[in-house]
C-alpha cells in the first residue's frame, strides 16, 4: 500500500507588502512512498522541504494539487491518529516538564489512561529523558528539546512518521541514537519520512531518497540507483610546494596549504596518482575519500554553491 502520495501538490506563499509577491516553495510535486519505506527529503536550505512537510499535516494549505496518506485525504480528522510529527522548530508549553507534556499528547491521542503512565516512562527512557522527566522544558537544552519532540512524535505508535530534521541539535550520541530508533520504527513496518541536510544520515538509513531544490523534485529513487553513474573522489595530502604535472593532467583539483598540497581526484583515478607520487619521491600524508558518491549525486542536482553540511556530527 502506498503510504504517502502528493499529486501536483504546490504552494505559493503571497509575500511582501499587500502580499503581492508570490514567493514559490512548491512546485508541482508528484511522489510516492511506500509503507514501511524510510524516506530522505534532501535539499539545501530554502528548498522547499519544511513547506512540504507542513503542507502534508495540513498546517499550511496547498496553492494547487492534493496529497494522501494511507490511502485517505490529508483533510480527513481520521488520519491524524495514524501519523506522528516532529516539527523543524518544535515549540512547547515550557512550564510544563518532559513528563507532563508526553503525558498531554498521549491523552490528546486518545491513549489508555491504563497505559498512559507506562508508555511515558517508557518513551522518556528510550529517547535519553529518564533522569530530566521531572525538569520543566524552559531549562532544556536544544538538544532536549528535540528528544523531547522525537518522544512526542512516536509517542502514540503512528504507522507514518514525519520528522523535520530529525538530528538537529542533537549531540553524536543522541544522533546515533535517533538513528537507531529509526531503525527501530522501520523493523516494525512503520513508514518514515524525515527530512535532512546530513548526507550520511541519509545514506545509512534511507530506502530512497529524494532531493529537492528551488522547489523542485530533483531525483528520485535508491541511492544505489541514484549514484550509479556518480564517482566517488579521493583527497591526497602530501608535504611539497609545487604540484607534479602528471596530476594536472589526471584532472586533479590541487591546492597548496603552507608546506602541504591537497589533491582531489576521482577514485577511479586513485592508484594513477599515488603512482605519479611515489614517482616523484613525495612523501604522502593522507589519503581519505572526501565525497561519498550520494554527495557527488547531490552536488550535482543542486549545484556545489548549495553544499550541505555534509558529513557534518
Ligand atoms: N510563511 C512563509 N511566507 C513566505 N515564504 C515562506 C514561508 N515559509 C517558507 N517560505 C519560503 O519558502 C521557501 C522554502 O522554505 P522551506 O522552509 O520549505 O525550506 P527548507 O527546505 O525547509 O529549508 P531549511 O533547510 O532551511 O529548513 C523559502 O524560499 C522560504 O523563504
Ligand atoms: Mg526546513
Not at 504517502?4 to 514559490?24: G, S
Not at 502534508?56 to 494539487?65: A, K, N, Q, S
Not at 550520511?200 to 530512497?208: I, P, T, V
Not at 523542485?216 to 609545487?242: D, H, M, Y
Request: charge should be neutral.
Amino acid at each position: 500500500m502506498i503510504a504517502i502520495e502528493t499529486i501536483n501538490l504546490e504552494k505559493t506563499y503571497a509575500v511582501a507588502f499587500w502580499r503581492k509577491t508570490p514567493r514559490v516553495a512548491l512546485r508541482p510535486l508528484n511522489l510516492t512512498v511506500e509503507e514501511g519505506e524510510v524516506f530522505g527529503f534532501l535539499g539545501p536550505n530554502g528548498a522547499g522541504k519544511t513547506t512540504t512537510l507542513k503542507l502534508l499535516m495540513g498546517l499550511v494549505f496547498p496553492t494547487g494539487g492534493t496529497a494522501r496518506i494511507l490511502g485517505k485525504d490529508i483533510n480527513d480528522p481520521a488520519i491524524k491518529a495514524q501519523i506522528g510529527f516532529l516539527p523543524e522548530q518544535p515549540y512547547f508549553y515550557d512550564y510544563l516538564t518532559a513528563k507532563e507534556l508526553l503525558e498531554y499528547y498521549a491523552r490528546l491521542s486518545g491513549m489508555e489512561p491504563k497505559d498512559r503512565g507506562r508508555k511515558v516512562e517508557a518513551m522518556l527512557e528510550r529517547v535519553g529523558l529518564k533522569d530530566a522527566a521531572r525538569v520543566q522544558l524552559r531549562k532544556f537544552s536544544k538538544g532536549m528539546l528535540q528528544r523531547v519532540g522525537l518522544a512526542q512524535a512516536v509517542l502514540h505508535d503512528p504507522n507514518v512518521v514525519f520528522l523535520d530534521e530529525p538530528m538537529s541539535g542533537l549531540d553524536p550520541m543522541g544522533r546515533r541514537e535517533v538513528r537507531d530508533l529509526m531503525e527501530e520504527l522501520k523493523q516494525q513496518g512503520k513508514t518514515v519520512f524525515f527530512s535532512t541536510h546530513i548526507l550520511s544520515d541519509a545514506e545509512a538509513l534511507c530506502d530512497r531518497v529524494a532531493v529537492i531544490h528551488q522547489g523542485e523534485l530533483r531525483g528520485v529513487g535508491q541511492v544505489a540507483e541514484l549514484t550509479s553513474s556518480v564517482a566517488a573522489k579521493v583527497e591526497l595530502i602530501w608535504n611539497g610546494s609545487a604540484v607534479p604535472a602528471g596530476l594536472i593532467a589526471l584532472g586533479a583539483e590541487c591546492r597548496v596549504i603552507g608546506e602541504t598540497i591537497r589533491a582531489v581526484v576521482p577514485e577511479a583515478q586513485q592508484e594513477a596518482a599515488l603512482e605519479i607520487l611515489r614517482r616523484e619521491r613525495l612523501r604522502l600524508i593522507s589519503l581519505i575519500p572526501v565525497r561519498s558518491s550520494l554527495e557527488q549525486y547531490y552536488l550535482q542536482k543542486v549545484g556545489a554553491e548549495a553544499a550541505p553540511a555534509v558529513g557534518a556530527r
